[in-house]
Nanobody
Framework: QVQLVESGGGLVQPGESLRLSCAASGSFFSISTMGWYRRAPGKQRELVAS???????NYADSVKGRFTISRVNGKRTLYLQMNSLKSEDTAVYYC????????WGQGTQVTVSS
């Protein structure tokens, strides 16, 4: 059974940083394009960053230059380094594959507030 477990969220002030982690079970991880998604209050879930199995990355315009996605296939772990956080980054963050979605994890809450 595929399981995705996100961690690393918290309450930070604008301009600060956080690093999110996602631990995945299942052999799909190393061959899949993986992504970080977020759902802000009252909004639909959106894909903010993705990374292919080979390490090519793509970012939503809203986070480009501030967020960095990375992965360690041997550890089945996905990361999201978030710098220069803004209040509009406040959301629950999830990881999942891109395209063929797996079961969603519980997500990790990121709150950016002064």
């Amino acid at each position: 059974q595929v399981q995705l477990v996100e961690s690393g969220g918290g309450l930070v002030q604008p301009g600060e940083s956080l690093r999110l982690s996602c631990a995945a079970s299942g052999s799909f991880f190393s061959i899949s394009t993986m992504g970080w998604y977020r759902r802000a209050p009252g909004k639909q879930r959106e894909l903010v960053a993705s990374i292919t199995s080979g390490g090519s990355t793509n970012y939503a315009d809203s986070v480009k230059g501030r967020f960095t996605i990375s992965r360690v296939n041997g550890k089945r772990t996905l990361y999201l380094q978030m710098n220069s956080l803004k209040s509009e980054d406040t959301a629950v963050y999830y990881c999942n594959s891109v395209g063929l979605l797996r079961s969603w994890g519980q997500g990790t809450q990121v709150t950016v507030s002064s």
